[in-house]
């Protein structure tokens, strides 16, 4: 395969580019052939990119791009000699391709043969599903933090958002996961004096500070850490897990109530009752009810439409 990045420009316009949009004009429908095909190839680009992202290989990409502006700018200033060598180089690009990106190039056919196509299209999981793995896990290091009496308090964002709690925190954007949230609480680190905030299924801060609850008929022996979770439960529509430091008892705050020493399973159901369920239901029935909209406007734009070609028959 040779590539000349000094080949005469003109030419190729003229004998390429023009004659494809003379074709387009006489035949417009290949028009949209070539839109598809060219969101194809972008769409194709952009997984590649996002696939080599943070790679070595990332790195192998910046040097090849410079190299092949550095060929054309050689063609373009009539630089022969070293056209000629950068060329020559060229040539053998696609078998250095091949062995440079073989470790890329093995993955994505290795995930083209398994269940994984879909990630590799970068389709992930829907929210649903992703929110109730997130409650697992949540859960997983709620008992963990019980079983070793480590103090705990963790956040679920929902609908309101809680931007100014995050920001008082240290910035995580993590991967829930129980490893990591029963680390942030391992006492005598950096992390685990305040509350971590999980926002749009990430971590999104650690070592948070929250509003306090001060009402009167809070129990007295509620120390700081049930106050923090009633008190944001109260100024947002959060849900707090709270494990204790003195009984390892795992308590939910929700609405400004908090539900005390609750078992895993009861744990479970609440959270996904309350983050899952509800939520999106209430979003299935809203999508419903849009489209049981947009056929009654149809099903009467239809009817209005025979009535008058009826009336326009009759005259």
């Known amino acids: 395969m040779i ?4 080949m005469n420009w003109e030419k190729f316009y003229t004998e390429n580019i023009l004659a494809y949009i003379k074709s387009l004009q006489e035949n417009p429908f290949e028009l949209v052939t070539l839109i598809v095909d060219i969101a194809i190839v972008i769409f194709l680009l952009y997984c590649f990119l996002k696939m080599v992202r943070g790679s070595r290989a990332w790195q192998l990409i910046k040097g090849i791009v410079l190299f092949v502006i550095a060929t054309w700018v050689s063609g373009l200033l009539n630089l022969k000699i070293l056209n000629w060598i950068l060329t020559g180089i060229m040539n053998l690009g696609v078998i250095a391709i091949i062995v440079i990106f073989q470790p890329e190039l093995r993955r994505a056919l290795e995930q083209l043969g398994t269940n994984k196509f879909t990630k590799f299209f970068g389709i992930d999981k829907d929210l649903a599903t992703r929110t109730k ?17 480590t103090g705990a308090l963790i956040v679920i964002e929902r609908d309101i958002k809680i931007q100014d709690i995050i920001s008082t925190g ?8 129980p490893q990591l949230l029963v680390n942030i609480f391992e006492p005598k680190t950096p992390l685990h004096d305040g509350a971590v905030v999980i926002s749009n299924n990430k971590i999104a801060a650690a070592a948070c500070v929250l509003p306090l609850a001060d009402d009167n008929d809070i129990a007295k022996e509620l120390g700081t850490r049930h106050r923090a979770a009633i008190g944001i439960s109260k100024e947002s529509d959060s849900i707090v897990v709270v494990v204790s430091e003195e009984t390892g008892k ?11 020493d609750v078992r895993e399973d009861v744990l479970k159901k ?15 029935k809203e999508r419903a009810s849009q489209l049981k909209k947009i056929r009654e406007k149809i099903r009467n734009n239809k009817k209005s439409e025979e009535k008058n070609s009826q009336e326009e028959n009759k005259e």
Do not use: H, Q, W
């Not at 793995?133 to 009496?149: G, Q």
């Open 270 to 284: 609440i959270l996904i009752s309350n983050i899952v369920t509800k939520r999106f239901a209430t979003e299935k």
């Open 250 to 260: 795992v308590s939910v705050a929700k609405d400004g109530t908090l539900i005390a």
């Open 133 to 149: 793995e997130d409650i697992y896990k949540i859960v997983i290091a709620a008992m963990e933090l019980s079983k070793a009496k």
């Open 170 to 177: 240290i910035p995580m954007d993590a991967e829930v996961s």
């Open 3 to 6: 590539i000349n990045l000094g």
